[in-house]
T-cell receptor, first 106, second 119 residues
Framework: DIVVTQSPGTLSVSPGERATLSCRASQNVSSNSAWYQQRPGQAPRLLIYGASARATGIPARFSGSGSGTEFTLTISSLQSEDFAVYYC?????????FGQGTKLEI | QMQLRESGPGLVKPSETLPLTCTVSGGSINNHYWSWIRQPPGKGLEWIGYIFYNGNTKYNPSLKSRVSISVDTSRQQFSLNLTSVTAADTAVYYCARHFNIGHPYFDSWGQGTLTTVSS
């Protein structure tokens, strides 16, 4: 299985600041990665697919980059609703696997 | 707008079978792949398996011997059966739609259903 590792586990940032979340795959997955946001008590929501394409309705402050084994999710100016847990997923090979998540806290 | 809703017993005894159903509304179940994903309390996400509307399936090897997924297109439903459950199978179970054929990331999710394995 491809192991997906996210860092840091928890990121403390102030509203209005920029947040950078990292994701590493144990094998080359090309651009076959996605990012999800999960707020407490809710299902995950697709943010980014294809490493850098924003899903429908996702604000422009969310951006993704990277390819191969290293990926980054950047939130340019944090809003209160952005404080949540973020998951990275690889879908190059099945079983599709997720990282353990990064909690973004105020 | 596509909506998915999971339903199931909520509580299952150890060694028994966990049955869940996902009902799809606001769009057709046809021509899409559908997955089950679970999340143990306080932990991350685990992909369980998927089914295509024509019945083709793929399962996570870690669960393959215990998992079966089926589809009923006439009812706009697909179902999960997980056999011989233990406490480690306690989780929120989500059903989700693949974005498109060949694009196995998940753009629509159900709200999730917590299933507890306990005697």
């Amino acid at each position: 299985d491809i192991v997906v590792t996210q860092s840091p586990g928890t990121l403390s940032v102030s509203p209005g600041e920029r947040a950078t979340l990292s994701c590493r795959a144990s094998q080359n997955v090309s651009s076959n990665s996605a990012w999800y946001q999960q707020r407490p008590g809710q299902a995950p929501r697709l943010l980014i697919y294809g490493a850098s394409a924003r899903a429908t309705g996702i604000p422009a402050r969310f951006s993704g980059s990277g390819s191969g084994t290293e990926f980054t999710l950047t939130i340019s100016s944090l809003q209160s609703e952005d404080f949540a847990v973020y998951y990275c997923q690889q879908y190059k090979n099945w079983p599709y696997t997720f990282g353990q998540g990064t909690k973004l806290e105020i | 707008q596509m909506q998915l809703r999971e339903s199931g017993p909520g509580l299952v005894k150890p060694s028994e079978t966990l049955p869940l159903t996902c009902t799809v509304s606001g769009g057709s179940i046809n021509n899409h792949y559908w997955s089950w994903i679970r999340q143990p309390p306080g932990k991350g996400l685990e992909w369980i398996g998927y089914i295509f509307y024509n019945g083709n399936t793929k399962y996570n090897p870690s669960l393959k011997s215990r998992v079966s997924i089926s589809v009923d297109t006439s009812r706009q439903q697909f179902s999960l059966n997980l056999t011989s459950v233990t406490a480690a199978d306690t989780a929120v179970y989500y059903c989700a739609r693949h974005f498109n054929i060949g694009h196995p990331y998940f753009d629509s999710w159900g709200q999730g259903t917590l299933t507890t394995v306990s005697s």
